[in-house]
């Protein structure tokens, strides 16, 4: 499908996002972890999650959907029989990583496998650390997927270990948390910012405390000790997903007259550094009644149209607006003056080489842009051409590239299209729903 976006219309409303991602993908999986029945209300059910619902059911936890209520029955992680095939994770890293932690623990050969562009992505950095604990994985020569899982009989318990991450992750972290479950003392994962802590906050609701401790130059360690229960089940909504949010507030920032309020959106602070960079730029955007929901902070976000100015982002912040990158893309190249992104290598090992492959596209719709080994910089401007772009199999430069077309001095066409609905399903009818012009267009 191709999306095609025409400037000149505002988005104006009030629009519900679609459930999060990484809290839809870790209540799945965790649910199929405890022992019992636990309900997830509004799941996110989008092309990254399906493939975390079928392996749960491989495992033995049964599940069924009534409209948005995903209801989850296990026998707990202890018990998971081996799946009868290989896994397949489609395009998500979140559930190829977290997957392989849980199946560690459990202790069931398993192989584990995805798409081209997931067997692409780097998996020594899980691979390594949970052999260290004694886990009997291994993956390609090259440190990628497909990972092969052998069984290890459940008496037999991991190395309690101190690991290093080199870098922060939260799918890494996550994934060695749950193999820690079946340690024989206490796992403590040092990673050197702090990435986004669902995990922690979900574990710790179901009985498995995590904890964290930040030192001054922004190190964070977390220790499990696993406990002696089993995990309890729970019953959770997740909140709207700010990085599905984030392609929304963009788009009403730069597109003159808009004005949305977008409720029930999670302000986890380890999500929401593209909110203080937008600010930082002098974007309109406030947060509303935020609560705390289920161990997870909630608020409203409001947003209108303004000028924004150029910025320099680096260190901690990156970590804290990671997936954010395209939607920044967006908001710099529509910002008066350049801005220039440092610190952020692992963007090129993401859903594509978002380094590489944000710049490319920008240039192919007229914006100046400037590739750095751990970057980028855009040039500003105020009339941006248009023009026919591809997403490289990535959902979020899909939707960065189409909200540009909202502020752009002509249209923007967005090639394979489809690819936004690995996580935000129904983009671009909300899109058009909030008053947008655009229209969806078989390829030809
Ligand atoms: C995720 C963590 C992030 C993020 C990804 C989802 C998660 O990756 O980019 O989209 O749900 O844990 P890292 O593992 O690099 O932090």
């Known amino acids: 499908m191709n999306l ?9 409303g009030t629009c519900p996002v679609p459930g999060d991602k990484s809290i839809s993908h870790r209540a799945i999986l965790f649910a199929a972890m405890a022992e019992g029945r636990s309900a997830i209300e509004g799941v996110l059910i989008s092309g990254v999650t399906k493939p ?38 489609g395009n998500s890293a979140t559930t190829l990583r977290l997957l392989a932690g849980a199946l560690a623990a459990a202790g069931v050969p398993a192989t584990l496998d995805g798409s081209e562009g997931l067997r692409r992505r780097p998996m020594g950095r899980l691979i390594e650390p949970l ?49 820690a479950l079946a340690a024989d003392g206490p796992v ?48 959770l909504v997740p909140p709207g997903d700010f990085s599905s949010a984030a392609f929304l507030i963009v788009a009403a920032l730069i597109t003159p007259g808009s004005h949305l309020r977008l409720p029930g959106v999670g302000l986890n602070p380890g999500r929401t550094g593209l909110l203080d960079t937008l600010q930082e730029m002098g974007g309109w955007v ?11 902070p909630v608020g409203e976000i409001e947003v209108r149209h303004s000028p924004l100015r150029g910025i320099r982002i680096g260190g901690a912040r990156v970590p804290a607006m990671i997936d954010e990158f395209p939607a920044f893309a967006a908001a710099a190249a529509c910002a008066e ?21 944000l710049c490319e596209e920008l240039r192919k719709v007229g914006v100046e842009t400037e590739e750095y080994r751990d970057g980028f910089r855009i040039v500003g401007r105020r009339a941006i051409p248009g023009g026919v772009c591809d997403p490289h199999g990535d959902h ?13 001095a002509g249209p923007i066409r967005v090639r394979h299209a489809e690819i936004t609905e690995e996580s935000f399903p129904d983009f671009a009818g909300v899109l058009q729903r909030l008053g947008a012009d655009v229209r969806l267009e078989r390829e030809a």
Do not use: Y
């Not at 179901?206 to 696993?226: I, K, N, S, Y």
């Open 4 to 12: 095609i976006v025409r400037p000149g219309r505002p988005l104006q």
């Open 52 to 89: 975390m619902l079928e392996a749960i059911r491989e495992v033995g936890a049964a599940w069924n959907l009534e409209g948005r209520r995903l209801n989850v029955h296990s026998p707990g992680w202890p018990r998971w029989h081996p799946p009868a095939t290989p896994l397949a994770c």
């Open 131 to 179: 052999q260290k604990m004694g886990v009997p994985i291994r993956g390609t020569e090259a440190g990628t997927a497909p990972l092969v899982l052998s069984a290890r009989p459940l008496h037999q318990r991991l190395r309690a270990l101190e690991i290093r991450l080199p870098v922060a992750s939260a799918q890494v972290k996550s994934a060695l948390l749950l193999a």
């Open 188 to 235: 403590t994962v040092v990673e050197p910012q702090l990435s986004r802590d669902h995990t922690e906050r979900l574990l710790h609701a179901m009985g498995a405390t995590v904890e964290t401790t930040l030192a001054d130059d922004g190190t964070a360690r977390h220790t499990l000790t696993p406990p002696s229960r089993s995990l309890s089940p729970f019953t």
């Open 286 to 296: 406030r947060v509303l009644e935020i609560r705390e929901r289920q161990g997870e």
């Open 337 to 357: 003056g350049s801005s220039e992104v440092h610190g952020a290598e692992e963007l090129r090992h993401k859903e594509s080489d978002r380094i590489g492959a």
């Open 396 to 408: 979020r430069l899909a939707m960065a590239m189409a909200v540009l077309g909202l502020a752009a």
